[in-house]
């Protein structure tokens, strides 16, 4: 069994198609949405985790390809400025998804795990120096 997260980007028509009925009825895929962003008009975003044999989550995938879907890593959504963080770690105690690790007196003292990362953001919105950007 395999566990595989993306970022899935639809444009407004694609938005339509049951794509994560037809990844779970015709891969037999486990999906998990863990975040989400849609809205009229505009392109649409999912985070999903994937879970299930590795080809059919390969073949899934490329299936949502051939459907104009674009797929990207969860890191292409979150920026880190190592150089502004003071290490006041309010990111690590607000973070849901065990997903900050810190390393005092390191160049990089503060990152994104990005395997654990469900975008939500709470990092961004406690850190007082501006560390985090999100664009999803
Ligand atoms: S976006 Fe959310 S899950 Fe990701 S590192 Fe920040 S607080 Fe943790």
Do not use: H, W
């Not at 444009?11 to 990844?23: E, F, G, K, Q, W």
């Not at 995938?61 to 979150?78: C, G, K, M, T």
């Not at 849901?96 to 990005?114: G, H, K, T």
């Amino acid at each position: 069994m395999k566990m595989e997260r993306a970022v899935l980007s639809f444009s407004p028509d694609a938005i339509r198609r049951p794509v994560t009925y037809l990844l779970v009825s015709n891969y037999k895929l486990r999906l998990n949405i863990l975040r989400a962003k849609v809205m009229p008009g505009e392109e649409g975003r999912l985070l999903i985790e994937l879970s299930g044999d590795k080809d059919k989550i390969r073949q899934g995938l490329e299936y949502l390809a051939s459907l104009n879907v674009r797929i990207d890593r969860v890191q292409n959504f979150y920026d880190v400025n190592y150089s502004k963080c003071k290490e006041a770690k309010k990111c690590f105690q607000v973070c849901p998804a065990d997903a900050i690790e810190l390393r005092p007196e390191d160049e990089r003292p503060v990152d994104i795990i990005e395997d654990n990362c469900i975008l939500c953001e709470k990092c961004r919105e406690v850190c007082p120096e501006g560390v985090f950007t999100f664009t999803f």
